[in-house]
Protein backbone atom coordinates (compact mmCIF):
# COMPACT_ATOMS: atom_id res chain seq x y z
CA UNK A 1 0.00 0.00 0.00
CA UNK A 2 0.68 3.28 -0.74
CA UNK A 3 1.79 5.87 1.89
CA UNK A 4 -1.65 7.89 3.11
CA UNK A 5 0.19 11.11 1.93
CA UNK A 6 2.97 10.50 -0.13
CA UNK A 7 5.08 13.73 -1.41
CA UNK A 8 6.69 14.04 -4.92
CA UNK A 9 10.30 13.41 -4.74
CA UNK A 10 11.09 14.97 -8.25
CA UNK A 11 11.05 18.43 -7.61
CA UNK A 12 13.32 21.34 -5.72
CA UNK A 13 16.63 20.38 -5.28
CA UNK A 14 16.78 18.12 -8.52
CA UNK A 15 16.36 21.21 -10.70
CA UNK A 16 19.91 22.59 -9.71
CA UNK A 17 21.14 19.29 -12.24
CA UNK A 18 19.34 20.62 -15.39
CA UNK A 19 21.57 23.43 -16.33
CA UNK A 20 24.08 20.49 -16.75
CA UNK A 21 21.80 17.97 -18.38
CA UNK A 22 21.24 20.62 -21.07
CA UNK A 23 24.47 21.13 -21.65
CA UNK A 24 25.15 17.83 -22.01
CA UNK A 25 21.98 17.55 -24.61
CA UNK A 26 21.88 20.99 -26.60
CA UNK A 27 19.05 22.39 -28.34
CA UNK A 28 17.66 19.08 -28.71
CA UNK A 29 17.13 18.99 -24.59
CA UNK A 30 15.34 22.35 -24.99
CA UNK A 31 12.74 20.51 -27.10
CA UNK A 32 12.94 17.42 -24.37
CA UNK A 33 12.35 19.69 -21.27
CA UNK A 34 9.02 21.26 -23.16
CA UNK A 35 7.83 17.56 -24.70
CA UNK A 36 8.10 15.86 -21.61
CA UNK A 37 6.05 18.40 -19.54
CA UNK A 38 3.13 17.53 -22.27
CA UNK A 39 3.65 14.13 -22.17
CA UNK A 40 3.86 13.98 -18.41
CA UNK A 41 0.75 15.95 -18.31
CA UNK A 42 -0.78 13.52 -20.90
CA UNK A 43 -0.22 10.53 -18.95
CA UNK A 44 -0.90 12.25 -15.63
CA UNK A 45 -4.33 12.28 -16.72
CA UNK A 46 -4.61 9.37 -18.16
CA UNK A 47 -3.95 7.89 -15.02
CA UNK A 48 -6.12 9.16 -12.96
CA UNK A 49 -9.43 8.54 -15.39
CA UNK A 50 -8.79 4.90 -14.60
CA UNK A 51 -9.57 6.01 -11.26
CA UNK A 52 -13.04 7.12 -12.25
CA UNK A 53 -15.71 4.74 -13.86
CA UNK A 54 -18.82 7.24 -14.82
CA UNK A 55 -17.85 9.98 -12.79
CA UNK A 56 -17.44 7.56 -9.50
CA UNK A 57 -13.94 6.99 -7.93
CA UNK A 58 -13.69 3.33 -7.86
CA UNK A 59 -9.65 3.33 -7.51
CA UNK A 60 -7.56 5.15 -5.19
CA UNK A 61 -3.95 4.02 -5.83
CA UNK A 62 -1.50 3.32 -8.34
CA UNK A 63 -1.59 -0.36 -7.28
CA UNK A 64 -5.38 -0.82 -7.52
CA UNK A 65 -4.93 0.18 -11.12
CA UNK A 66 -2.20 -2.84 -11.74
CA UNK A 67 -4.68 -4.57 -9.77
CA UNK A 68 -7.48 -3.82 -12.63
CA UNK A 69 -5.01 -4.48 -15.35
CA UNK A 70 -3.60 -7.90 -13.72
CA UNK A 71 -6.93 -9.44 -13.23
CA UNK A 72 -7.34 -12.48 -15.15
CA UNK A 73 -4.40 -12.47 -17.11
CA UNK A 74 -2.68 -15.18 -15.11
CA UNK A 75 -3.39 -16.70 -11.64
CA UNK A 76 -1.88 -14.42 -8.88
CA UNK A 77 -0.84 -11.40 -11.07
CA UNK A 78 -2.69 -8.88 -9.23
CA UNK A 79 -0.62 -9.63 -6.53
CA UNK A 80 2.45 -9.40 -8.41
CA UNK A 81 1.41 -6.41 -9.86
CA UNK A 82 1.00 -5.26 -6.71
CA UNK A 83 4.56 -5.68 -5.41
CA UNK A 84 6.00 -4.37 -8.76
CA UNK A 85 5.01 -0.92 -7.64
CA UNK A 86 5.55 -1.38 -4.45
CA UNK A 87 9.36 -2.54 -5.45
CA UNK A 88 9.07 0.23 -8.30
CA UNK A 89 8.33 3.01 -5.39
CA UNK A 90 10.93 1.79 -2.95
CA UNK A 91 13.62 1.81 -5.64
CA UNK A 92 12.56 5.46 -6.36
CA UNK A 93 12.07 6.76 -3.15
CA UNK A 94 16.16 5.20 -1.87
CA UNK A 95 17.35 6.47 -5.48
CA UNK A 96 15.87 9.92 -3.73
CA UNK A 97 17.40 9.36 -0.69
CA UNK A 98 20.23 8.74 -2.07
CA UNK A 99 20.36 11.96 -4.68
CA UNK A 100 19.39 13.78 -1.70
CA UNK A 101 22.57 12.52 0.28
CA UNK A 102 24.88 12.89 -2.89
CA UNK A 103 23.97 16.64 -2.61
CA UNK A 104 24.78 17.06 1.03
CA UNK A 105 28.13 15.53 0.64
CA UNK A 106 28.94 17.82 -2.40
CA UNK A 107 27.71 20.89 -0.57
CA UNK A 108 29.55 20.09 2.48
CA UNK A 109 32.74 19.03 0.73
CA UNK A 110 32.17 22.54 -1.21
CA UNK A 111 31.57 24.39 2.39
CA UNK A 112 34.61 23.10 3.85
CA UNK A 113 37.31 23.51 0.71
CA UNK A 114 39.48 25.50 3.70
CA UNK A 115 39.81 22.43 5.36
CA UNK A 116 39.90 20.17 2.59
CA UNK A 117 38.70 16.89 3.97
CA UNK A 118 38.20 13.75 2.17
CA UNK A 119 34.64 13.12 -0.01
CA UNK A 120 34.51 9.75 2.37
CA UNK A 121 34.20 12.15 5.33
CA UNK A 122 31.72 14.45 4.09
CA UNK A 123 29.44 11.59 3.49
CA UNK A 124 30.03 10.07 6.80
CA UNK A 125 28.96 13.37 8.77
CA UNK A 126 26.02 13.81 6.16
CA UNK A 127 25.39 10.26 7.72
CA UNK A 128 25.36 11.29 11.00
CA UNK A 129 23.28 14.82 10.85
CA UNK A 130 20.51 11.64 9.36
CA UNK A 131 20.95 9.66 12.32
CA UNK A 132 17.61 10.79 14.02
CA UNK A 133 15.90 9.69 11.32
CA UNK A 134 15.66 6.10 13.19
CA UNK A 135 13.29 7.06 15.24
CA UNK A 136 10.90 9.29 13.01
CA UNK A 137 7.70 8.94 13.89
CA UNK A 138 5.57 12.17 12.63
CA UNK A 139 6.45 14.10 9.53
CA UNK A 140 4.77 17.17 10.60
CA UNK A 141 7.79 19.05 12.50
CA UNK A 142 9.67 17.51 9.53
CA UNK A 143 7.50 18.76 6.97
CA UNK A 144 7.15 22.34 8.18
CA UNK A 145 10.73 22.58 8.39
CA UNK A 146 11.36 21.28 4.72
CA UNK A 147 8.69 23.67 3.65
CA UNK A 148 10.34 26.46 5.15
CA UNK A 149 13.72 25.22 3.06
CA UNK A 150 11.69 25.11 -0.43
CA UNK A 151 10.92 28.77 0.09
CA UNK A 152 13.94 29.61 0.46
CA UNK A 153 15.15 27.23 -2.86
CA UNK A 154 12.72 29.00 -4.66
CA UNK A 155 14.37 32.57 -3.57
CA UNK A 156 17.74 30.94 -3.99
CA UNK A 157 16.86 29.96 -7.62
CA UNK A 158 15.61 33.70 -8.31
CA UNK A 159 19.32 34.30 -6.92
CA UNK A 160 20.76 32.38 -9.74
CA UNK A 161 18.49 33.57 -12.71
CA UNK A 162 19.25 37.55 -11.41
CA UNK A 163 23.22 36.50 -11.29
CA UNK A 164 22.32 35.19 -15.08
CA UNK A 165 20.78 38.21 -16.26
CA UNK A 166 23.76 40.36 -14.60
CA UNK A 167 25.94 38.72 -17.06
CA UNK A 168 23.76 38.78 -19.66
CA UNK A 169 26.57 41.32 -22.04
CA UNK A 170 29.07 37.67 -21.94
CA UNK A 171 25.83 35.20 -23.15
CA UNK A 172 26.92 33.19 -26.01
CA UNK A 173 24.08 30.66 -27.82
CA UNK A 174 27.12 28.86 -28.73
CA UNK A 175 27.57 27.11 -25.73
CA UNK A 176 24.20 25.09 -26.94
CA UNK A 177 25.00 22.49 -29.69
CA UNK A 178 22.57 21.11 -32.45
CA UNK A 179 25.53 18.19 -32.46
CA UNK A 180 25.63 16.21 -29.30
CA UNK A 181 27.37 12.71 -27.93
CA UNK A 182 24.34 10.43 -27.95
CA UNK A 183 25.25 8.88 -24.72
CA UNK A 184 25.30 12.63 -22.88
CA UNK A 185 22.27 13.09 -24.60
CA UNK A 186 20.32 9.86 -23.28
CA UNK A 187 21.22 10.27 -19.73
CA UNK A 188 20.30 13.38 -20.10
CA UNK A 189 16.87 12.42 -20.83
CA UNK A 190 16.83 10.33 -17.97
CA UNK A 191 17.39 13.55 -16.26
CA UNK A 192 14.61 15.52 -17.45
CA UNK A 193 12.06 12.83 -17.01
CA UNK A 194 13.01 12.42 -13.22
CA UNK A 195 12.58 15.95 -12.71
CA UNK A 196 9.43 15.84 -13.82
CA UNK A 197 7.99 12.72 -12.20
CA UNK A 198 5.01 12.56 -10.28
CA UNK A 199 2.87 10.23 -11.48
CA UNK A 200 2.72 7.84 -8.37
CA UNK A 201 1.35 10.21 -6.51
CA UNK A 202 -1.98 11.26 -8.65
CA UNK A 203 -4.21 9.04 -7.30
CA UNK A 204 -3.90 9.98 -4.23
CA UNK A 205 -3.90 14.18 -4.93
CA UNK A 206 -6.47 13.46 -6.90
CA UNK A 207 -8.29 11.87 -4.48
CA UNK A 208 -7.39 14.60 -1.36
CA UNK A 209 -8.88 17.42 -3.92
CA UNK A 210 -12.15 19.02 -2.52
CA UNK A 211 -13.49 19.48 -6.51
CA UNK A 212 -11.73 16.85 -8.46
CA UNK A 213 -13.12 18.51 -12.05
CA UNK A 214 -10.60 20.76 -11.33
CA UNK A 215 -7.57 18.10 -11.33
CA UNK A 216 -7.17 18.53 -15.52
CA UNK A 217 -6.90 21.66 -14.70
CA UNK A 218 -4.49 21.83 -12.02
CA UNK A 219 -2.22 19.29 -13.62
CA UNK A 220 -2.44 21.09 -17.02
CA UNK A 221 -1.01 24.49 -15.07
CA UNK A 222 1.56 22.87 -12.78
CA UNK A 223 3.00 21.31 -15.89
CA UNK A 224 2.87 24.38 -17.93
CA UNK A 225 4.69 26.60 -15.38
CA UNK A 226 6.86 23.91 -14.08
CA UNK A 227 7.82 23.58 -18.05
CA UNK A 228 8.01 27.32 -18.45
CA UNK A 229 10.38 27.87 -14.99
CA UNK A 230 12.65 24.83 -15.27
CA UNK A 231 13.45 26.06 -19.20
CA UNK A 232 14.01 29.19 -18.24
CA UNK A 233 16.48 28.56 -15.29
CA UNK A 234 18.45 25.80 -16.97
CA UNK A 235 18.80 27.87 -20.08
CA UNK A 236 19.94 30.80 -18.60
CA UNK A 237 22.29 28.91 -16.81
CA UNK A 238 23.48 27.27 -19.48
CA UNK A 239 24.51 30.49 -21.64
CA UNK A 240 26.00 32.16 -18.14
CA UNK A 241 28.83 29.35 -17.53
CA UNK A 242 27.99 27.02 -20.97
CA UNK A 243 30.13 23.89 -21.00
CA UNK A 244 31.73 24.63 -17.40
CA UNK A 245 28.33 24.22 -15.99
CA UNK A 246 28.62 21.90 -12.48
CA UNK A 247 26.36 19.42 -12.17
CA UNK A 248 25.03 21.25 -9.46
CA UNK A 249 24.61 24.69 -10.68
CA UNK A 250 25.03 26.64 -7.56
CA UNK A 251 29.04 25.23 -7.56
CA UNK A 252 29.44 27.80 -10.54
CA UNK A 253 28.14 30.84 -8.35
CA UNK A 254 31.36 33.29 -7.06
CA UNK A 255 33.16 33.00 -3.85
CA UNK A 256 31.34 35.82 -2.31
CA UNK A 257 27.84 34.03 -3.02
CA UNK A 258 28.19 30.56 -3.02
CA UNK A 259 29.21 30.17 0.96
CA UNK A 260 25.50 30.98 1.89
CA UNK A 261 23.91 29.68 -0.66
CA UNK A 262 25.46 26.10 -0.41
CA UNK A 263 24.55 26.26 3.11
CA UNK A 264 20.91 27.32 2.85
CA UNK A 265 21.13 24.19 0.35
CA UNK A 266 22.45 21.54 2.33
CA UNK A 267 19.83 22.58 5.49
CA UNK A 268 17.54 21.95 2.74
CA UNK A 269 18.93 18.53 1.32
CA UNK A 270 19.07 17.29 4.93
CA UNK A 271 15.46 18.53 5.72
CA UNK A 272 14.13 17.23 2.68
CA UNK A 273 16.00 13.17 3.10
CA UNK A 274 13.10 12.54 5.83
CA UNK A 275 9.96 12.60 3.68
CA UNK A 276 10.97 9.93 1.08
CA UNK A 277 12.88 8.03 3.68
CA UNK A 278 9.78 7.87 5.68
CA UNK A 279 7.99 6.67 2.67
CA UNK A 280 9.89 4.08 1.65
CA UNK A 281 10.41 2.79 5.24
CA UNK A 282 6.35 2.43 5.27
CA UNK A 283 6.20 0.74 2.27
CA UNK A 284 8.88 -1.68 3.88
CA UNK A 285 7.25 -2.41 6.61
CA UNK A 286 3.70 -2.54 4.87
CA UNK A 287 5.06 -5.57 3.05
CA UNK A 288 6.80 -7.33 5.15
CA UNK A 289 3.78 -7.01 7.91
CA UNK A 290 3.65 -10.98 8.25
CA UNK A 291 7.71 -10.84 9.32
CA UNK A 292 9.03 -10.00 12.83
CA UNK A 293 11.55 -7.57 12.09
CA UNK A 294 11.70 -4.79 14.86
CA UNK A 295 11.23 -0.67 12.48
CA UNK A 296 14.75 0.16 13.32
CA UNK A 297 15.92 -2.45 11.72
CA UNK A 298 13.87 -1.49 8.71
CA UNK A 299 14.84 1.95 8.86
CA UNK A 300 18.58 1.40 9.09
CA UNK A 301 18.87 -0.86 6.63
CA UNK A 302 17.45 1.91 4.28
CA UNK A 303 19.53 4.33 5.63
CA UNK A 304 22.83 2.54 5.05
CA UNK A 305 21.95 1.41 2.05
CA UNK A 306 21.07 5.36 0.31
CA UNK A 307 25.21 5.63 2.29
CA UNK A 308 26.41 2.91 -0.10
CA UNK A 309 24.92 3.71 -2.81
CA UNK A 310 25.67 7.61 -2.33
CA UNK A 311 29.48 5.72 -2.53
CA UNK A 312 29.38 3.48 -5.01
CA UNK A 313 27.72 6.05 -7.36
CA UNK A 314 29.16 9.55 -6.71
CA UNK A 315 27.99 11.40 -9.99
CA UNK A 316 24.88 13.15 -9.02
CA UNK A 317 23.88 13.26 -12.86
CA UNK A 318 24.26 9.99 -13.29
CA UNK A 319 22.55 8.29 -10.82
CA UNK A 320 19.50 11.07 -11.44
CA UNK A 321 19.50 10.47 -14.83
CA UNK A 322 19.57 6.46 -14.24
CA UNK A 323 16.65 6.82 -11.45
CA UNK A 324 14.81 8.40 -14.26
CA UNK A 325 15.29 6.00 -16.78
CA UNK A 326 14.30 3.14 -14.63
CA UNK A 327 11.14 4.33 -12.86
CA UNK A 328 11.04 7.76 -13.97
CA UNK A 329 9.95 5.74 -17.32
CA UNK A 330 8.19 3.15 -16.65
CA UNK A 331 5.99 4.68 -13.70
CA UNK A 332 5.52 8.39 -15.95
CA UNK A 333 5.29 6.73 -19.49
CA UNK A 334 4.95 3.05 -19.69
CA UNK A 335 2.76 1.91 -17.35
CA UNK A 336 0.11 4.82 -17.85
CA UNK A 337 -0.37 4.35 -21.54
CA UNK A 338 0.17 0.30 -20.95
CA UNK A 339 -2.76 0.93 -18.58
CA UNK A 340 -5.21 3.61 -20.33
CA UNK A 341 -5.16 0.88 -23.61
CA UNK A 342 -5.65 -2.45 -21.61
CA UNK A 343 -8.76 -0.88 -19.75
CA UNK A 344 -10.29 1.07 -22.21
CA UNK A 345 -9.00 -0.19 -25.54
CA UNK A 346 -12.27 -0.66 -26.99
CA UNK A 347 -13.64 2.91 -26.11
CA UNK A 348 -10.27 4.91 -27.61
CA UNK A 349 -10.20 6.24 -31.09
CA UNK A 350 -7.57 5.49 -33.42
CA UNK A 351 -6.00 9.01 -32.82
CA UNK A 352 -6.03 7.92 -29.30
CA UNK A 353 -4.25 4.05 -29.17
CA UNK A 354 -1.27 5.90 -31.67
CA UNK A 355 -1.00 8.67 -29.00
CA UNK A 356 -0.78 6.33 -26.17
CA UNK A 357 1.36 3.40 -28.22
CA UNK A 358 3.44 6.30 -29.31
CA UNK A 359 4.74 7.23 -25.89
CA UNK A 360 4.67 3.81 -24.39
CA UNK A 361 7.32 2.90 -27.12
CA UNK A 362 9.10 5.90 -26.78
CA UNK A 363 9.54 5.26 -22.98
CA UNK A 364 10.33 1.55 -23.24
CA UNK A 365 13.61 2.89 -25.99
CA UNK A 366 14.30 5.97 -23.56
CA UNK A 367 14.23 3.53 -20.70
CA UNK A 368 16.59 0.86 -21.78
CA UNK A 369 18.69 2.72 -23.36
CA UNK A 370 18.84 5.26 -20.64
CA UNK A 371 19.58 2.64 -17.97
CA UNK A 372 22.75 1.09 -20.53
CA UNK A 373 24.18 4.24 -20.83
CA UNK A 374 24.28 5.68 -17.42
CA UNK A 375 25.42 1.91 -15.85
CA UNK A 376 28.25 1.76 -18.98
CA UNK A 377 28.83 5.36 -17.42
CA UNK A 378 29.22 4.71 -13.88
CA UNK A 379 31.41 1.63 -14.31
CA UNK A 380 33.62 3.47 -15.93
CA UNK A 381 33.87 6.08 -13.51
CA UNK A 382 34.67 3.05 -10.75
Known sequence: MLPDKPQSTSTGIFVLGLPFALVQSGYMGLMVLVLSAWVCNHTGRRLVLKILIRAIRVRHSYQDIMDACCKGLWPNWSVVGGWMINIAQVIELLMTCTLYLLVSTTLLCDSLSAVAPPRSACSLMSL????????????????????????AHILISLLVILYCLSCASNWSWSFLSLSVDPEDFIVSVGVIIFSYTSQIFLPALEGSMENRRQFDTMLGWTHGVACIMKTTFSLLAVLTWGPETSEVITDNLPPNLRPVVNLCLLAKALLSYPLPFYSAAEILQTCFQGVSCPTVMVRGALLLSSYL????????????????????AAMTLILPCLFHLKLQWGRLTVQDRLIDMSILSLGVVCSVAGVVCSVKRMLGDL
Open 128 to 151: MFLLPCLLLTDLRPVSMLSLLCSL
Open 309 to 328: LSLLVPRFSLLMGLTGSVTG
